[in-house]
């Protein structure tokens, strides 16, 4: 199990750009990956937003990519979600969230990213 903290939402006005960061309990090297993910204000679903492997790969929902960045730092402990050219779409909670092992997830607590027009 790891434990997730996120931090980094906030209010910023379209067009404008945030830094999520995701505080993780150990290397990111022990995990299979790491995803963003999203949740609007009255929806049950959380949809990934951007996953970064162990091995450095990383995928984008098409709706973020060329404007939303994943990466780790050095000791890869915090993952980053670089967001660029925000939309009032993108308003919602994110969570970064790391998958477990027999489809159970650790999720972080969340942090809310509101976008005005």
């Known amino acids: 199990q790891v434990h997730l903290v996120e931090s980094g939402g906030g209010l910023v006005q379209a067009g404008g750009s945030l830094r999520l960061s995701c505080a993780a309990s150990r290397s990111i090297d022990s995990l299979v990956a790491v995803n963003w993910f999203r949740q609007v204000s009255g929806k049950q679903q959380r949809d990934v937003v951007a996953?970064?492997?162990?091995?450095?790969?990383?995928t984008y929902a098409s709706s973020v990519k060329g404007r939303f960045t994943i990466s780790a730092d050095n000791a890869k402990t915090t993952i980053y979600l670089n967001m660029t050219m925000l939309k009032p779409e993108d308003t919602a909670v994110y969570y970064c969230?790391?998958?477990?092992?027999?489809?159970?997830?650790?999720w972080g607590q969340g942090t809310q990213v509101t976008v005005s027009s």
């Open positions: 969230a790391a998958p477990r092992g027999g489809g159970a997830w650790d």
């Open positions: 996953g970064i492997t162990l091995g450095g790969s990383t």
